[in-house]
């Protein structure tokens, strides 16, 4: 089950809406297959493992193991359990169910109606923790929420904007933590920013310190605000303004809405079918998150450098949070 998880981790990023499955299949104490799910749209896992095995007879006599529960629906593929049946595997241990409606145990009962041998619940918490952001999208009905900001030593998440400095990054971090926060963009389904961000630093919003796929933009610019010519419009990535007005110079982009409440925005990405999103600030967007205690995990990174005056980063107590060194910089994380 280990080497499931080991395997179902090379799809972080590339499966969304799809979860993270890897599965092996073993014949007298030995791997003779395995494989993972790749990319959504492609073949899942178990059947990418029954593929790999060279000799098909070993089949009915070898056991399967996946992390997550097959699925037991018609997709962008045929279901998983009638690859696993037809194919005369008699033994399955699993990991964790599926909380998708569409499959919530339904697989495991076409395996059992069927004459399998189905183990459940191996490893399950670890299997369980791989896939929490499917898991917190189908079982709480909401994205998986990650609020992340870098502040300096003394306290201050920006330096005062002048009209020299607007529309450019002011680096705060250092190059070790950028590269973190790419990679960690290239995991999440979206990122959010306020449209202040989007005028004051004029960001880009994707992956190009690392080799990893773009998330979805999302901008709040309740008033339609965000300045036609930002970066964030730029089509690498596919971008979404969270707006009460409609921008008919924005065609293919704009998400018409009335946002009232940080749970009317949360509602807005669940229904847009969002697993995940990073939300990066700035100060007065990570609080409306934080005031509202609507997150699962917080990022931050404190810099060894001070900036004496300028925009207060968010107040939070870092006494219960994790401490690592990441370059010249500080990484506070915290889990729930």
């Known amino acids: 089950m280990k080497r499931c998880i080991d395997l179902a981790s090379k799809g972080i990023g590339y499966t ?12 007298n104490n030995k791997i003779i297959g395995e494989g993972y799910h790749a990319k959504y749209g492609e073949s899942h896992a178990e059947v990418n ?9 070993l089949l009915k006599e070898s056991t399967l193991y996946v992390n997550l ?4 629906h018609h997709g962008k593929t045929p279901p998983c359990t009638e690859a696993i049946i037809n194919n005369n595997i008699k033994r399955i241990v699993i990991g964790s169910k599926d909380p998708n409606r569409l499959v919530d ?16 619940g191996v490893m399950e918490v ?26 300096s030593k003394d306290g201050f998440i920006s330096p005062l904007k002048t009209n020299q400095s607007l529309r ?30 989007i005028i004051d630093d004029d960001p ?71 697993q995940s999103v990073l939300i990066e600030g700035g100060t007065k967007t990570i609080n409306h998150f934080l005031n509202n205690d609507s997150w699962d995990s917080i990022r ?27 370059g010249d910089d500080i990484l506070y994380e915290i889990n729930r």
């Open 16 to 27: 969304y809406p799809n979860p993270l499955v890897g599965s092996v299949i073993v014949h």
């Open 168 to 197: 450019k990054v002011n680096w705060i971090s250092g190059e070790k933590s950028k590269k973190l926060t790419h990679k960690w963009r290239s995991e999440e389904h979206s990122i959010l920013v306020g449209v202040q961000t």
């Open 300 to 326: 931050v990174f404190k810099s060894n450098k001070n900036i004496k005056d300028g925009i207060k980063s968010p107040n939070v107590d870092f006494s219960k949070f994790l401490k690592s060194d990441i």
């Open 49 to 57: 493992a029954i593929n790999s095995v060279g000799n098909k007879e």
């Open 126 to 151: 670890e299997c369980s923790n791989l896939n929490k952001r499917f898991f917190k999208y189908h079982k709480h009905k909401r994205p998986y929420i990650i609020l992340k900001w870098a502040e």
């Open 204 to 274: 880009l919003l994707t992956t190009r310190f690392v080799d990893g796929k773009n998330p979805i933009r999302f901008v709040l610019d309740p008033n339609s605000r965000i300045p036609l010519d930002s970066k964030v419009l730029s089509e690498v990535s596919k971008t979404i303004i969270l707006s009460k007005k409609e921008n008919n110079l924005i065609p293919n982009y704009t998400k018409s809405s009335n946002f009232e409440n940080i749970q009317l925005i949360i509602k807005s990405l669940y229904d847009m079918k969002i």
């Open 105 to 120: 145990g339904s697989g495991i009962d076409k395996l059992k109606s069927n004459g399998c041998d189905v183990v459940v």
């Open 69 to 72: 529960e097959p699925c037991n």
